[in-house]
């Protein structure tokens, strides 16, 4: 039994770590959890999130204190910057303002990144878990 449970362990972590590997087109997470994205992945991405959540980049090496966003509708989400101090590091992101869909373009120290954020209703039943409105 205990084999079973070992092998069935060491299955899903090998179909995660290759499932890493891919780079993603469409991003989805309904849930009150942060939608985690690498800025490597981002461009031509559309990147779904719920409105009581929040996306963050992650930016590898990069400083993240160097990025900057256009939102072509800013009713839609707006920028949240990383900032850098000596007792904390938080990345940069988007919170999302309303339902809908706007483009997103973000820039950093390795240029341009452009995709959709496509912004949808709160799941029913959905746990806020104290981020969102």
Same mark, same amino acid.
């Given at each position: 039994?205990?084999?079973?449970?070992?092998?069935?362990?060491?299955?899903?972590?090998?179909?995660?770590?290759?499932?890493?590997?891919?780079?993603?087109?469409?991003?989805?997470?309904?849930?009150?959890?942060?939608?985690?994205?690498?800025?490597?992945?981002?461009?031509?991405?559309?990147?779904?999130?719920?409105?009581?959540?929040?996306?963050?980049?992650?930016?590898? $090496?990069?400083?993240?204190?160097?990025?900057?966003?256009?939102?072509?509708?800013?009713?839609?989400?707006?920028?949240? $910057?990383?900032?850098?101090?000596?007792?904390?590091?938080?990345?940069?992101?988007?919170?999302?303002?309303?339902?809908?869909?706007?483009?997103?373009?973000?820039?950093?120290?390795?240029?341009?990144?452009?995709?959709?954020?496509?912004?949808?209703?709160?799941?029913?039943?959905?746990?806020?878990?104290?981020?969102?409105?």
């Amino acid at each position: 039994m205990r084999a079973h449970r070992i092998a069935a362990g060491l299955a899903a972590a090998s179909l995660a770590l290759a499932l890493a590997g891919c780079a993603p087109t469409r991003i989805t997470n309904p849930v009150a959890t942060p939608v985690v994205v690498s800025v490597e992945d981002l461009q031509g991405a559309v990147i779904e999130v719920a409105i009581n959540n929040r996306v963050v980049f992650n930016p590898g $090496e990069a400083d993240v204190t160097t990025f900057t966003v256009e939102i072509a509708d800013r009713s839609i989400a707006e920028f949240v $910057e990383g900032w850098n101090d000596v007792d904390a590091v938080t990345n940069p992101g988007l919170e999302p303002l309303k339902v809908g869909e706007t483009d997103v373009t973000l820039t950093g120290p390795d240029g341009d990144s452009d995709f959709v954020l496509r912004v949808l209703p709160m799941p029913a039943g959905a746990n806020l878990g104290g981020v969102g409105r």
